[in-house]
């Protein structure tokens, strides 16, 4: 049978309970809700995601009421049992959903007052659903940056590794897609480890600054009951709360700042995509992947595809796009609740699964991967590879820049036009000679970059170990949740 969206994740309307649950503004209405309604406006099927951490607020709510005496500890046992058997139905998948179930928010509270009774029907007293889905919501983003800076140390620590395991090797380092000068494998496996540690800084400060606790803020104008909106927060392990309920209702910044950060994620694993699809092809050769990391072909046989760096690369549109749906979503919304900001969650729920399902994949492929060591060091041993080595030398004794960089063009030009091996016209000129020359030996103009960061052996030595106490170091500030 067909999935119907406007139900449940997984289920179908005729799963459902018949209609007959009321709405939570019946009251107003002589009429219930048309069927297009439902079918446009229902975020059920997307907001269950939401299930746990909405639970999670209205467990602090309730004790938040009993603080300010708003219900008495019998009414508030009943409603925190009815919370925790609403969280076992849905835990075994039990729960059953009805037809007037617009969001999860609205399912729990039916659920929680048909257990619990009137003391139920006193579990939304001071709280409306725009504080209380904001505050799901930040509740959500909290665990999930922190799951996904886990994501991406383990890809950083895989990277690690490898550069640790290939030690000196080397390959071309090109500007342009051009040949430019030789580096070590580890310093080309690490420039993406530096830019997920960039990744993982903004992960968490992105979560540092999302981490205000909404709640109380009502519908938009705080309560005349005495909410306790401090003691919320704390009980629900916020470091703050909010300074204005307008502004708490309706701002979603923590969102659009999820939703950079997981993009400029994608664009770096992007990146690494589009090299190792390269790297992968035959023409270039530089690694074999898995095979448990690559996929074959329905009709050519040869075929060994590397599907998953492509995906790393094709999925960033996606994460791009998300970001750029919420923030003209955003644009220009008078405060404060607008149901507009229903839109916010199916753009942070995809980046985020898209972006873990992608760290998780592109470490396997990198930590299986083969790497052709001989055809990169063939690669980068073409003389060419030493030119700036050879301008270098010059300069070391004397000749400036300019003039050292124009003698070793000539040489290079005349050895491309046949007048021999470019070692063998630097040997034999009198401004060079065997001593220069020598540094276009096979595995020599590696070794010549040795300033801190840089390509050579003694310098990424260097940074190896300042790679791997910052990995450290960001491990142990990784939040439990
Ligand atoms: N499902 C809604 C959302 O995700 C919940 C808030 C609805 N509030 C309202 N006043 N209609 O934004």
Avoid: C
């Avoid at 606790?213 to 009980?235: F, H, I, K, N, R």
């Avoid at 075929?303 to 998953?308: A, E, L, R, T, Y």
């Avoid at 839109?343 to 729920?349: C, G, I, R, S, V």
């Amino acid at each position: 049978m067909a999935e119907d969206p406007a139900v449940g994740v997984g289920q179908t309307h005729s799963d459902r309970e018949p209609a007959g649950a009321r709405t939570l503004w019946h009251g107003r209405f002589a009429g219930g809700p048309s069927e297009a309604l439902m079918a446009f406006t229902v975020s059920l099927p997307f907001d269950q995601r939401l299930a746990a951490v909405d639970i999670a607020g209205s467990r602090a709510h309730v004790r938040g009421l009993v603080r300010s005496e708003l219900l008495d500890g019998e009414e508030a046992g009943a409603v925190l049992a009815a919370l925790d058997q609403v969280e076992e139905e849905l835990a075994a998948g039990a729960f059953a959903f009805v037809e007037s179930d617009e969001d999860i928010h609205t399912a729990v509270e039916r659920r929680v007052t048909e257990i619990a009774g009137p003391a139920g029907a006193k579990l939304h007293t001071g709280r409306s659903r725009n504080d209380q889905v904001a505050t799901d919501l930040r509740l959500w983003t909290k665990q999930a940056l922190a799951s996904v800076a886990a994501g991406v140390l383990a890809l950083q620590e895989a990277l690690a590794a490898r550069a640790d395991e290939v030690g000196d090797a080397y390959l071309p380092g090109y500007t342009h897609l051009q040949q430019a000068q030789p580096v070590l494998l580890a310093h080309h496996l690490l420039a993406h480890g530096w830019a997920l540690a960039r990744d993982y800084d903004r992960l968490l400060a992105a979560r540092e600054r999302g981490d205000v606790s909404p709640l109380g803020a009502g519908a938009l104008a705080g309560s005349s009951l005495p909410l306790d909106p401090e003691g919320t927060a704390l009980d629900l392990g916020f470091a703050s709360v909010f300074d204005n309920s307008l502004d708490a209702v309706s701002d979603r910044d923590f969102v659009a700042e999820a939703l950079f950060v997981l993009a400029l994620v994608g664009v770096h694993l992007s990146r690494i995509g589009e090299e190792w699809v390269l790297w992968s092809s035959e023409e270039v050769g530089f690694v074999t992947l898995d095979d448990a990391y690559a996929t074959g072909s329905s009709m050519l046989p040869q075929k060994k595809n590397p599907d998953i760096a492509e995906l790393a690369r094709g999925k960033t549109g996606r994460l791009v796009g998300n970001l750029t749906a919420l923030l003209v979503t955003l644009k220009g919304l008078p405060l404060a609740y607008n149901r507009d900001l229903q839109e916010d969650k199916e753009p942070l729920f995809d980046s985020v699964e898209q972006v873990t399902l992608a760290l998780s994949a592109l470490q396997g492929m990198i930590a299986t991967a083969t790497f052709r060591l001989d055809r990169m060091a063939a690669a980068a041993d073409t003389p060419a590879a030493a030119a700036t080595d050879l301008a270098e030398w010059l300069v070391a004794r004397g000749t400036p820049f300019r003039d050292a960089h124009a003698v070793v063009g000539e040489l290079v030009r005349r050895s491309l036009a046949g007048d021999g091996a470019l070692a063998d016209l630097a040997a034999a000129d009198d401004r060079l000679g065997p001593e220069a020359a020598a540094l276009i030996a096979p595995g020599v103009p590696v070794t010549r970059r040795t300033t801190r960061g840089g390509g050579g052996p003694a310098a990424v030595a260097a940074q190896r170990e300042r790679f791997t106490s910052r990995v450290h170091a960001d491990q142990a500030r990784l939040p439990a949740s």
